[in-house]
């Protein structure tokens, strides 16, 4: 069972949006705060990628034969590869009393969403457009057009999904990193402090290194 604490904190948005690098900043600004949830994948590393860092690299069958066991809090297929959270990765976090960061992929949130166990805040990062994502992934020079295309096609299914009201409890319009960070900040701290509020836990060195927020 997940240890109950800090509401965790999960990221979802096409490949390309910016979700990863809004991360780095909020863990360069707030290093003490939050902890990040490994996933698992069966995807092979990208370059500079390392195993137990940017993700838990796995077969599908060490895959297949976790999620039997129930290890899991969520999975999803995506692109052809298969990826989750494990109970552990929430664990490990919680455990350390941090805000337990998740970046899934859509069907991951439909599975834990409503989850009264997680209770997670849920942030939807959306690109400026479909145009400005193909040219973000074609400038990783990663990809085939086919698996291309595919991301593309995904794409719009997950910006329809992550701006549908109601489906996410803030979306993030990232058509400047600068601003798209500062509305996900604002955000956060808001509702760190509204947590602070009703005891749940004590956010005090967040609020205070944040000196421009004003309630």
Known sequence: ???????????????????????KKLFKEFPD??????SHTTRKPRPGEENGIHYHFVSVEEMQAAIEKGEFIETAVFSGNMY???KKAVENVQHNGK???????????????????????????????????????????TET??????RL????????????????????????????????RDFIVRELETQ????VFCVTSLVSNYKSFEV
């Open 1 to 23: 069972m997940v240890k109950q604490g800090p509401r965790p904190l999960v990221i979802c948005g096409p490949s390309g949006s910016g979700k990863s690098t809004l991360l």
């Open 33 to 38: 705060t939050f902890g990040f949830s490994v």
């Open 84 to 86: 989750g959270t494990s």
């Open 99 to 141: 805000v337990c960061v998740l970046d899934i992929e859509i069907e991951g949130v439909k599975q834990i969403r409503n989850s009264e166990r997680l209770n997670p805040l849920l942030v939807f990062v959306n690109p400026p457009s479909i145009e400005e994502l193909e040219r973000r992934l074609r400038g990783r020079q």
């Open 145 to 150: 057009e086919e698996s291309l295309q595919k």
């Open 153 to 184: 096609n995904t794409a719009r299914i997950e910006i329809d999904y992550g701006t549908t009201p109601g489906n996410f409890d803030v979306v993030v319009q990232n058509n400047t990193l600068t601003q798209a960070y500062d509305d996900l």
């Open 196 to 199: 602070q509020n009703q005891d």
